[in-house]
């Protein structure tokens, strides 16, 4: 990926070859090891292994009517999931809809208020002389972004508690593969490094990583490093002998402590402990292929490598060898990821590259079930998760030839026809409000902005020399009601679009659950939900200023509903077997909602709850059971409150649009009333998280008087919002 596109994200085989496949699984099978006996699951003690799934950008909805969905198209997962379980097809991200937002809301069961990645896969902070950073939101667990500032950050402005903590705390080992932040992202040899926290300097990994740092970029010696160190980690339990030779896992800022506990740190130190060899001989994908970085070196092959037959491949092996819960990320399959010296290249839906692929994530999932259960790991005995952390909008410029195509029997052919709208704003701008470049941009400029680059871009305005700029200085207030009418020319059709949706600043920001008050640095002064076509940024410069960007093609980050309604499901002990349900849920329900089945508590109240409509009565507490209808009625209000994609959010943000876009005498008049109104959602929403985290995990019953007071206020609420919106 490009630098601007990173900070936004991330063959057929014949029956033949995937009989063979399954033999060898077998035989893997054969020599699994069993975790340790500490490690015990469930309410009943009944659960071994627990493994959760996230993938980047895969549907359930088709994108293209005659083409069959990314899941139906991966049928050995699809009939897993509803033959065993039940995949609900209601689920909704966070905001922004990112990548690492998506990933570490599901990790941590919070909003990203509370995490610290409002915006992501990057975000900006804005000095307070008015220049401006650009961090990844990719960073470990522990990395600071500046000083004692931490990246993952909580309203008091420390780090979050960590999302294996309570696994290790009950014995149990932890696998990593490439999920966000729980492994190693960076191969730093600096003081705040990942390599020079983690393994020390002196060290020889260290020695290792200065070398290959050092080394030319493109070359196999300056992504040793990375193969070797970033991608995979293992968190182990206190006393796990898997960690004995490992380092420590520190985390200065848990809740209650955490010493005396070991990880081991990238594929160097897991490979061999996986394949029995030295860690020159690489693990095999469950297509029989080794895992090798893009210049066939051993070990991690790149976030974008993380395939299907890839990431199975490690959680089969973890499991196998005694590490009984399991974290993963899954890379999308509507890009080719290519390799070294390969262009990213974006297809259509149905396009033939793209049903190569979703093949062979189909024949990984049907060698990974048959693996699993030779080592006798499977719905029985296990939890299964699997979700996903945004959905995508897909821009093309018509209709695939021939019409009636499927992908699967008839491919279907985009040329000249697939590839987001990019834009650059500082170009828009300057054509179409001059007076407002003139304030804004160039070397003499008196104040400054910048995107961050998305089809709903954060923008941040500074006084040069002076800092940030609130949404509501009067700078700021005409920029707002300005960039309101922003308009581009389509490539595709030569229209005029109208490039603004939705906008929002603080208020409608802290709405929605996009403002930390842990690191004010990196707040927005406001946000832009933009037309999904477009492609915003002002990186690099010379980014045409309307054009046909074909290595991307599938924007998120934004609103419309094919982003950010999503899907999850879930499989095991205690899941009923619904086949496909549809309750109201977001990201942050599925930590709870393990954690529930699972016996385990974390040591924060989650911003989620317990989809009791999911689970048998034996999954959950009797707190629960006792007023279920009552706790199902709570839960479904509070989702609407407090989700960002629940009514009220959406209210305010139709709101604060009409704020922004109007006069000052509007724009106070509502941004005062978002203010407050938000301000009584916070405090019942407050009531309604404790009460329900109350019940799933402390055993504390409802009161039925209370809990109905409270639905009838939280609906009190969302008639206001919608009143307001409706103004």
């Given at each position: 990926m490009h630098v601007a596109q990173l900070?936004?994200?991330r063959s057929y085989r014949s029956s033949g070859l995937l009989t063979a496949l399954a033999l060898s699984c077998l035989v893997a099978g054969a020599n699994a090891r069993v975790a340790s006996a500490e490690c015990k699951l469930g309410r009943s003690r009944s659960i071994q292994h627990v493994i959760q799934i996230q993938f980047d950008n895969t549907h359930f909805r088709r994108d293209w009517a005659t083409v069959p969905s990314d899941l139906e198209q991966m049928p050995h997962l699809l009939s897993f999931i509803q033959n065993h379980g039940t995949l609900n097809a209601n689920d909704h991200t966070i905001l922004i809809s990112h990548t690492a937002g998506g990933i570490l809301s599901t990790l941590t069961g919070v909003y990203p208020d509370r995490h610290g990645q409002t915006v992501s896969n990057g975000y900006?902070?804005?000095?307070a002389t008015g220049s401006f950073s650009f961090p990844s939101a990719f960073g470990y667990w522990t990395d600071p972004v500046s000083g004692a500032v931490p990246n993952m950050i909580t309203p008091a402005g420390i780090v979050p508690p960590a999302p294996w903590v309570p696994f290790t705390r009950a014995g149990c080992d932890v696998g990593a593969v490439a999920a966000a932040n729980i492994v190693l992202e960076n191969t730093g040899t600096g003081p705040t490094g990942d390599v020079t926290k983690v393994f020390g300097n002196p060290s020889p990994q260290y020695t290792e990583a200065l070398a290959s740092n050092m080394a030319a970029s493109g070359t196999a010696a300056r992504a040793k490093a990375q193969t070797d160190f970033v991608g995979f980690a293992v968190h182990c339990a206190q006393g796990s002998a898997l960690c004995a030779g490992g380092q420590a896992d520190v985390l200065p800022d848990e809740p209650g402590g955490y010493t005396g506990y070991k990880g081991l740190f990238g594929a160097q130190a897991i490979d061999p402990i996986l394949t029995g060899q030295p860690a020159s001989v690489p693990l095999t994908d469950l297509l029989g292929k080794p895992i090798v970085d893009p210049f066939g070196q051993p070990g991690f092959p790149g976030f974008d490598g993380m395939e299907a037959a890839v990431s199975l491949a490690y959680i089969a092996s973890l499991q196998e060898h005694g590490v009984p819960v399991t974290f993963a990320y899954i890379s999308d399959a509507h890009d080719f990821h290519g390799v070294a010296g390969n262009a990213h290249q974006a297809y259509g839906p149905g396009s033939a590259g793209y049903v190569q692929q979703l093949k062979a994530y189909d024949d990984a999932f049907a060698a990974f079930f048959l693996r699993l259960e030779a080592d006798g790991i499977n719905h029985t005995n296990t939890l299964f998760i699997f979700t996903v952390d945004e959905g995508d909008h897909f821009v093309g410029g018509g209709n695939p030839q021939p019409a009636n195509?499927?992908?699967?029997?008839?491919?279907?052919?985009?040329?000249?026809?697939?590839?987001?709208i990019t834009a650059n704003i500082d170009t828009l701008v300057s054509h179409q409000f001059p007076s407002l470049a003139a304030l804004f941009l160039g070397n003499g400029a008196p104040n400054a902005f910048t995107v961050h680059g998305d089809d709903?871009?954060?923008?941040?305005?500074?006084?040069?020399?002076?800092?940030?700029?609130?949404?509501?200085?009067?700078?700021?207030?005409?920029f707002e009601q300005t960039i309101a009418n922003l308009t581009a020319v389509n490539p595709y059709n030569g229209a005029t679009d109208h490039v603004m949706v939705q906008m929002a600043d603080e208020p409608g920001m802290r709405a929605l659950h996009m403002w930390t008050n842990g690191d004010p640095a990196r707040n927005a002064t406001f946000v832009f939900f933009g037309n999904p076509n477009y492609f915003l940024t002002d990186f690099p410069s010379s980014t045409c200023e309307t054009c046909i960007g074909p290595a991307f093609a599938w924007n998120h980050g934004d609103i419309q509903p094919e982003i950010a309604r999503t899907w999850f499901g879930v499989v095991g002990p205690g899941v009923k077997v619904l086949g496909t349900s549809h309750v109201w849920t977001d990201h942050t329900d599925v930590r709870p909602t393990a954690l529930e089945v699972l016996g385990l508590a974390d040591s924060y109240p989650s911003d989620g709850r317990v989809v009791t409509q999911l689970l048998h009565a034996n999954a959950f507490s009797s707190a629960l059971f006792a007023n279920l209808t009552t706790a199902e009625q709570l839960g479904a209000i509070y989702k609407q409150l407090n989700a960002p994609f629940g009514a009220f959010g959406m209210s305010v943000l139709q709101a604060s649009t009409h704020a922004l876009a109007g006069g000052d005498a509007k724009y106070g008049s509502i941004e005062g009333q978002i203010v407050g109104l938000t301000l009584e959602r916070d405090t019942l929403a407050f009531q309604i998280r404790a009460a329900l985290n109350a019940a799933a995990f402390s055993g504390t019953a409802l009161d039925a008087q209370q809990a109905a007071a409270w639905i009838a206020a939280g609906q009190a609420l969302l008639n206001q919002a919608a009143a307001l919106a409706a103004q």
């Open positions: 900070l936004r994200t900006v902070r804005t000095s195509c499927d992908g699967v029997t008839t491919p279907c052919d985009w040329t000249g026809q697939v590839g987001e709903a871009p954060t923008f941040y305005l500074a006084a040069v020399g002076g800092g940030h700029l609130p949404g509501s200085d009067p700078l700021a207030r005409q």
